[in-house]
């Protein structure tokens, strides 16, 4: 059993920055490949980045590719979210979770493939 707490979440300006953390417990941290997910009110989640085992493949949503990084430390058991040049649109309340499947087997953009998740923290951005 995985335990993932996130932190890092707040209010923010447009086109300001904030940096999500990950700390996991109870398993194998680096046997997992780890996902970002979002969810604003009244829409589903929705995948935003994830990150491969050793963390040399990164995957993102076309709506933060360019403005969002993950990244992670297996030695910490903590993977990040990098979030920069932030928009209103942005606004969600951000998870993390953590799937048994591999980077490269397409499930990782699908919320029901995630086998643990955290409570997610909330990021607000004003116009």
């Known amino acids: 059993q995985v335990q993932l707490v996130e932190s890092g979440g707040g209010l923010v300006q447009a086109g300001g920055s904030l940096r999500l953390s990950c700390a996991a417990s109870?398993?194998?941290?680096?046997?997992?490949?780890m996902g970002w997910f979002r969810q604003a009110p009244v829409t589903s989640r929705e995948f935003v980045a994830a990150i491969s085992w050793s963390g040399g493949n990164t995957y993102y949503a076309d709506s933060v590719k360019g403005r969002f990084t993950i990244s992670r430390d297996n030695a910490k058991n903590t993977v990040y979210l990098q979030m920069n040049s932030l928009k209103p649109e942005d606004t969600a309340v951000y998870y993390c979770?953590?799937?048994?499947?591999?980077?490269?087997?397409?499930?990782?953009?699908?919320?029901?493939?995630?086998?643990?998740w955290g409570q997610g923290t909330q990021v607000t951005v004003s116009s």
């Open positions: 109870g398993g194998t941290f680096s046997s997992y490949t």
């Open positions: 979770a953590a799937t048994r499947h591999a980077y490269y087997s397409g499930y990782i953009y699908y919320r029901d493939k995630y086998d643990y």
